[in-house]
């Protein structure tokens, strides 16, 4: 199945809990291709520390300009290409 993730924007600023936590667990266990929208939800822009959660896409498509995350190795495990 292939799931386009668009669950929060860029503003995000703390850690996913409850359903949101939930869905996000259940999409990186049975989706085998994830299109997340400018950032994999649950990931913050503008840092170089990975949330503990977040969605594992693979493949982002982001818009402007690259986020400071992105420049960071560990965050290629979450956007992928």
Same mark, same amino acid.
């Given at each position: 199945c292939t799931v386009v993730d668009?669950?929060?924007r860029t503003g995000l600023h703390s850690r996913l809990t409850g359903t949101a936590?939930?869905?996000v667990t259940w999409?990186?266990?049975?989706s085998r291709n994830?299109?997340?929208?400018? *950032?994999?939800? #649950?990931?913050?822009?503008?840092?170089?520390?990975l949330n503990s959660l977040s969605i594992t896409a693979t493949h982002t498509l982001s818009?402007?300009?690259?986020?400071?995350?992105?420049?960071f190795p560990?965050?290629? *495990?979450?956007? #992928?290409q």
């Open positions: 668009a669950l929060f936590a939930q869905l999409i990186n266990l049975h994830t299109i997340s929208i400018d *950032l994999p939800s #649950g990931m913050q822009a503008d840092h170089d520390e818009f402007q300009q690259y986020k400071r995350s992105f420049l560990e965050s290629q *495990l979450a956007t #992928g």
